[in-house]
């Protein structure tokens, strides 16, 4: 079955940077639009940036201009670059595959997240 595997987050401050990576088994990798999503405490879960197998890609306007997203079809891993983070950009980083005329995740499962924390 489908694996998402996120990792990369942590404590930073604001300003910072950090890099996500979702490790991706059980699809066709290449195949497949992928998304980064998160969830901050209290609301719901969002998409914070898209990319399709032919590498487009897509933001959320609250992180155009700070976060690029890019894939490893060869790795199946696909990144979350995040510059000039701020205290908003604080929740769990998740990572699914996607269904673009939605922007909604295609998989009900889930991994564990990886936990983003911007604080001074």
């Known amino acids: 079955q489908v694996q998402f595997v996120e990792s990369g987050g942590g404590l930073v401050q604001p300003g910072g940077s950090l890099r996500l990576s979702c490790a991706v088994s059980?699809?066709?990798?290449?195949?497949?639009?992928m998304g980064w999503y998160r969830q901050a405490p209290g609301k719901q879960r969002e998409l914070v940036a898209g990319?399709?197998?032919?590498?487009?890609?897509n933001y959320a306007e609250s992180v155009k201009g700070r976060f690029t997203i890019s894939r490893d079809n060869t790795k199946k891993t696909m990144y979350l670059q995040m510059n000039s983070l701020k205290p908003e950009d604080t929740a769990v980083y998740y990572c699914?595959?996607?269904?673009?005329?939605?922007?909604?995740?295609?998989?009900?499962?889930w991994g564990q997240g990886t936990q983003v924390t911007v604080s001074s």
């Open positions: 699914n595959a996607r269904w673009v005329p939605t922007n909604a995740p295609l998989y009900d499962s």
């Open positions: 059980g699809i066709i990798f290449s195949q497949y639009p």
């Open positions: 990319i399709t197998s032919s590498f487009s890609t």
